[in-house]
C-alpha cells in the first residue's frame, strides 16, 4: 500500500482557494485517490475521488499530474466550516489513514 | 438514503470490564469495517468484512477484541477485558463494492467515544 505525505496543518482565509497537496511516490498502477473530510465527533466524510488528470464535483476539485506521484485537492472559496481534518488516501479496497492536514480557516 | 448508524454514542467504563459497539450499514452495502480512531490520530482499521465473512483482521487485538457480523448486514465490536489504552472512538463504515475493486468509497458512521477509567 502507498504511503502517503501531506502537511500537518495549514491556515487560511474566508473566500480565499485552499491547495492541500499530497505526495504518493509508490502509488500502484491500480490505485485510486482518494479524499476525506472529518469534523470533530464525526466519522470521515468522502469528498473527492481521481485516477488521473482532474475531477471536479460541487466541493472540490482534485488535480493528479501524469506521473501520479502526488495529487493536489482544491477546495474554493472557504469558509470557517471548511475548518476540518483533511485525509489524502491511496489504494484500493484497503484504506490506511494517515495523521491528514488540519484545516483552519480565519475569518 | 439512510447513513451508517452507531451506538451507543458514548461509553464510560472501568478497565477490564467488557463493552460492545453495534453498527448498522447502508442497505445494500456488503463491505463493512471497523475503525479505531485515537486522539489526533487518523483512523486504524481494525476489521474488514464482505458479507459475514472476514477479509482482513491483521490489526486486530484478538486477545481482547472480537467482531462478528451476523447474516452478513449489522455487526458488533466487542471488548473483553478493555484496558485503558483502549479509550478512542471507535468508528464503523460500509461500503457498496469489495476487495479488488478500485473505487471502493467508504460511508462512516458518527462512531462511539470510549473512556476506560
Known amino acids: 500500500l502507498a504511503k502517503t505525505t501531506q502537511p500537518i496543518s495549514m491556515d487560511s482565509y474566508e473566500g480565499q482557494e485552499v491547495n492541500i497537496t499530497c505526495s504518493h511516490n509508490?502509488?500502484?498502477?491500480?490505485?485510486?485517490i482518494t479524499w476525506y473530510q472529518q469534523f470533530p465527533s464525526q466519522g470521515p466524510r468522502f469528498i473527492i475521488q481521481?485516477?488521473?488528470t482532474k475531477v471536479t464535483n460541487e466541493v472540490a476539485s482534485l488535480f493528479i499530474p501524469a506521473d501520479r506521484k502526488s495529487s493536489t485537492l482544491s477546495l474554493p472559496r472557504v469558509s470557517l466550516s471548511d475548518t476540518a481534518v483533511y485525509y489524502c488516501?491511496?489504494?484500493?479496497?484497503?484504506?490506511?489513514f494517515g495523521t491528514g492536514t488540519l484545516l483552519a480557516v480565519q475569518p | 438514503e439512510a447513513g451508517v448508524a452507531q451506538s451507543p454514542r458514548y461509553k464510560i467504563i472501568e478497565k477490564r470490564q467488557s463493552v460492545a459497539f453495534w453498527c448498522n450499514p447502508i442497505s445494500g452495502h456488503a463491505t463493512l469495517y471497523w475503525y479505531q480512531q485515537i486522539l489526533g490520530q487518523g483512523p486504524k482499521l481494525l476489521i474488514q468484512f464482505q458479507n459475514n465473512g472476514v477479509v482482513d483482521d491483521s490489526q486486530l487485538p484478538k486477545d481482547r477484541f472480537s467482531a462478528e457480523r451476523l447474516k452478513g448486514v449489522d455487526s458488533t465490536l466487542k471488548i473483553q477485558p478493555a484496558k485503558l489504552e483502549d479509550s478512542a472512538v471507535y468508528l464503523c463504515a460500509s461500503s457498496l463494492v469489495g476487495p479488488g475493486v478500485a473505487k471502493n468509497i467508504q460511508y462512516f458512521g458518527a462512531g462511539t467515544r470510549l473512556s476506560v477509567l
Open positions: 481521481g485516477y488521473k
Open positions: 488516501l491511496v489504494g484500493d479496497y484497503k484504506l490506511i
Open positions: 509508490n502509488i500502484a498502477t491500480n490505485d485510486y
